[in-house]
């Protein structure tokens, strides 16, 4: 069974850093591309970020691009993101997704029941 765990939400000032964690259980990681998705509260969810399977390659929305960072590390089976100069409007529940295949512009498929980030002072 496929299982996505995010972690590391929380109330933080505009300006501020967090830093997400996603485990991952129930496949081979190392596989498959890896993305984060946010949900503002009333919106819908909104694509922010994506990894291939060896973590070479990376893509960001324009609205988080040099601010967030995706990252994982195969060994232990886990997806980062490293969120920097938040926004209020960055409030919102965040998810890590599993996607189809290798790459990030493939469809996702699973996903975490996600990590509530509360952007303000």
């Known amino acids: 069974e496929v299982q996505l765990v995010e972690s590391g939400g929380g109330l933080v000032q505009p300006g501020g850093s967090l830093r997400l964690s996603c485990a991952a259980s129930g496949f081979t990681f190392n596989n498959y591309a890896m993305s984060w998705v946010r949900q503002a509260p009333g919106k819908g969810l909104e694509w922010l970020s994506g990894i291939n399977s060896g973590g070479s390659s990376t893509s960001y929305a324009d609205s988080v691009k040099g601010r967030f960072t995706i990252s994982r590390d195969n060994a232990k089976n886990t997806l980062y993101l490293q969120m920097n100069s938040l926004k209020p409007e960055g409030s919102a529940v965040y998810y890590c997704?599993?996607?189809?295949?290798?790459?990030?512009?493939?469809?996702?498929?699973?996903w975490g029941k996600g990590t509530l980030v509360t952007v303000s002072s």
């Open positions: 997704a599993k996607n189809k295949r290798d790459n990030y512009t493939n469809a996702m498929d699973y």
